[in-house]
């Protein structure tokens, strides 16, 4: 109840719903996090074609997903969910929202991946390609503060289990993520407000999901985009609440379909059915990793992310007091 | 307030609140709990919720404590520069004549009316690394200044305005008469009566930005320790499932602008003792 005056403070930038007839057939509400807004729309066509879609209407809300998942926390009503990381959707299992058997599934609850990429500017004028050249002298990053957009923290991860996997020890990498914040002369609250700050002409990298990075193309900005040798498998999860309607769980399992997968892959997400290809190449890094290779989220948010704690905390602090002069 | 009209039976009472006094209070008291006392009570409720050595935590935290320097800070600069500038603005409004003024006059709201967050898209559109126009302060303190200039613009404006449209001009007059120059008249006659109304149009505008989110969260940069504004470290808390220090957090920005409104309000009420 009490979490209702913070959570909706912060949900009221994304709310934005729009239903449409109900005509006595059933209804699912999907809430899910910005994104997939579009691939929604084509989704949500091609179930309506299917026998199981016949008749079922929908109504969707899209924001942060963060804001999203405590929205539905605090009481706003779903029946399918679908945000950019899993700690969102534990929130709802852990309050008795979603069940705890929602990952039970072939992918684990995972609906698409992506790969965290580096967005840069047409041409690549500065030769971005690895992550050691994010932290060459004159090279400008942009990425979302970790703290304020959840989805940022993807990034972080990213350029964590890089180090990793390029032989570094857990403490080199620490102290990569130090080095790197010196060259973050922007963290925007949201994804979508960096990329706007990367659109407009500051920085010379921006660290963004594979999926938005092709969706800006799609839109017309003047970026291309390198995925390094090094990255995380972004895993984009999904479940349906407990007080789902069975529309909503046919729902759901028409998205793992060949059909729905490819309609994602086509706007650039990584289909996890295997076999499945759109219209975008989507080249497997050699040296890919998981979330689950790091420790899994429940221990990366005590570890990176605690607000006072956390190593980001602590590497916020340091480009701080070299900033703040 | 009223006399009851016993001498003259057919003058009926002309003001119903008179005639059912318990019924407006009740109903501003009621409104007044239900849109801001409950949600207030809430914020304390769980601001309190780690304890009061939770709460000093919580508000103790070096980023904490950077973020209210800064957002105290330009709120100052805001409220000085806004609290002349407005001021100028009314003036301008009230006693020159000129081609357009009610369509300028009806601009001065638009800040209130825009959403906050494409207050933001445009400000960095015409004031960040690719304005069109050479100006480029975005990412700075310079560009959270401006954001919250133009969200507060409004309100020393509307409150200068009926008073000095209310001002006698006869004491201005007479003193000119008597030989004083157009800025001794300003200084000694139009600015004291102009004073309470800058103060509280200032402690609006100082108290809106100190709370300000939308507007500035793209053009500040939001970086921890050196642009991060409190209300955008507050959000962070509440990604963070910190709700209890975000709490926290909002509660001392809530301390802080009712400090200064209390305190202008005294203010203004010693000012009046002391004029009469």
Request: net charge negative; hydrophobic share 50%; charged share 20%.
């Given at each position: 109840m009490l979490v209702l005056t913070l959570g909706l403070a912060a949900a009221g930038c994304g709310g934005g719903s729009a239903a449409s007839g109900a005509g006595g057939a059933s209804s699912v509400r999907l809430v899910a996090?910005?994104?997939?807004?579009?691939?929604?729309?084509?989704?949500?066509?091609?179930?309506?074609?299917?026998?199981?879609?016949?008749?079922?209407?929908?109504?969707?809300?899209?924001?942060?997903?963060?804001?999203?998942?405590?929205?539905?926390?605090?009481?706003?009503?779903?029946?399918?969910?679908?945000?950019?990381?899993?700690?969102?959707?534990?929130?709802?299992?852990?309050?008795?929202?979603?069940?705890?058997?929602?990952d039970q599934n072939q992918y684990k609850g995972v609906l698409v991946d992506s790969v965290v990429?580096?967005?840069?500017?047409?041409?690549?004028?500065?030769?971005?390609?690895?992550?050691?050249?994010?932290?060459?002298?004159?090279?400008e990053v942009i990425t979302p503060n970790p703290f304020t957009s959840g989805g940022a923290r993807w990034n972080i991860m990213a350029a964590y289990g890089a180090q990793l996997k390029e032989g570094k020890t857990p403490a080199q990498a620490v102290q990569y993520l130090y080095q790197l914040f010196k060259h973050v002369p922007v963290q925007d609250g949201s994804a979508s407000d960096a990329l706007t700050t990367f659109t407009n002409g500051k920085g010379d990298?921006?660290?963004?999901?594979?999926?938005?990075?092709?969706?800006?193309?799609?839109?017309?900005?003047?970026?291309?985009y390198v995925i390094p040798d090094q990255t995380i498998k972004i895993e984009t999860v999904?479940?349906?609440?407990?007080?789902?309607?069975?529309?909503?769980?046919k729902f759901l399992q028409y998205l793992y379909t060949p059909a729905a997968q490819k309609i994602w892959a086509d706007n650039g997400y990584r289909p996890v059915v295997p076999g499945v290809t759109g219209k975008y190449r989507f080249p497997t890094p050699p040296q890919e990793f998981t979330i689950d290779d790091l420790g899994g989220w429940d221990k990366v948010m005590t570890d990176f992310f605690d607000p006072t704690k956390g190593i980001m905390a602590k590497v916020e602090q340091s480009i701080g007091v070299s900033t703040s002069s | 307030m009223s006399q009851p009209a016993a001498s003259a039976p057919r003058v009926r009472s002309v003001n119903p609140a008179a005639a059912l006094p318990g019924l407006a209070a009740g109903t501003a008291v009621l409104y007044l709990s239900l849109v801001v006392l409950l949600p207030l009570a809430a914020l304390v409720w769980q601001a309190q919720a780690g304890g009061w050595s939770g709460f000093l935590h919580a508000v103790r935290a070096?980023?904490?404590?950077?973020?209210?320097?800064?957002?105290?800070?330009?709120?100052?600069?805001?409220?000085?520069?806004?609290?002349?500038?407005g001021t100028i603005l009314a003036w301008v409004?009230?006693?020159?004549?000129?081609?357009?003024?009610?369509?300028?006059?009806?601009?001065?709201?638009?800040?209130?009316a825009l959403p906050t967050i494409?207050?933001?898209?445009?400000?960095?559109?015409?004031?960040?690394?690719?304005?069109?126009?050479?100006?480029?302060?975005?990412?700075?303190?310079?560009?959270?200044?401006?954001?919250?200039?133009?969200?507060?613009?409004?309100?020393?404006?509307?409150?200068?305005?009926?008073?000095?449209?209310?001002?006698?001009?006869?004491?201005?007059?007479?003193?000119?008469?008597?030989?004083a120059a157009p800025l001794t008249v300003f200084r000694r006659i139009v600015l004291p009566n102009l004073l309470p109304a800058i103060l509280s149009g200032g402690a609006l505008a100082f108290a809106k930005a100190l709370g300000e989110y939308g507007s500035v969260v793209l053009i500040s940069g939001n970086v921890p320790f050196s642009t991060q504004v409190v209300p955008?470290?507050?959000?962070?808390?509440?990604?963070?499932?910190?709700?209890?220090?975000?709490?926290?957090?909002?509660?001392?920005?809530?301390?802080?602008?009712?400090?200064?409104?209390?305190?202008?309000?005294?203010?203004?009420?010693?000012?009046?003792?002391?004029?009469?």
């Open positions: 996090y910005s994104t997939p807004a579009d691939a929604y729309a084509e989704l949500i066509k091609a179930f309506d074609g299917t026998p199981a879609g016949k008749a079922v209407s929908f109504s969707q809300s899209y924001g942060p997903s963060g804001s999203q998942s405590r929205a539905v926390d605090a009481g706003q009503p779903a029946d399918f969910v679908h945000f950019a990381l899993e700690p969102d959707i534990q929130r709802l299992v852990d309050d008795g929202k979603v069940s705890a058997s929602w990429s580096f967005v840069v500017r047409k041409g690549n004028p500065k030769g971005i390609h690895t992550w050691d050249d994010l932290v060459k002298p004159g090279v990298v921006l660290l963004s999901y594979e999926n938005e990075a092709i969706r800006a193309q799609q839109g017309g900005a003047s970026v291309d999904a479940a349906v609440t407990k007080t789902a309607p069975p529309a909503a769980k | 070096p980023d904490v404590q950077a973020a209210l320097k800064l957002s105290i800070s330009v709120a100052l600069i805001v409220v000085v520069v806004n609290s002349v500038f409004l009230v006693r020159d004549d000129f081609p357009g003024k009610s369509a300028v006059n009806a601009v001065v709201d638009l800040p209130f494409v207050v933001g898209v445009i400000l960095l559109l015409l004031y960040g690394p690719s304005s069109p126009i050479g100006i480029d302060v975005a990412y700075t303190r310079k560009g959270i200044v401006l954001a919250l200039m133009f969200e507060t613009l409004p309100f020393v404006v509307r409150s200068v305005q009926p008073v000095l449209l209310e001002l006698d001009r006869e004491m201005e007059q007479a003193a000119a008469s008597l030989g955008v470290l507050i959000k962070g808390r509440i990604e963070s499932d910190d709700q209890a220090g975000a709490a926290a957090i909002s509660l001392v920005l809530l301390i802080l602008a009712l400090v200064i409104l209390l305190g202008i309000s005294l203010l203004q009420r010693w000012g009046t003792r002391h004029d009469r």
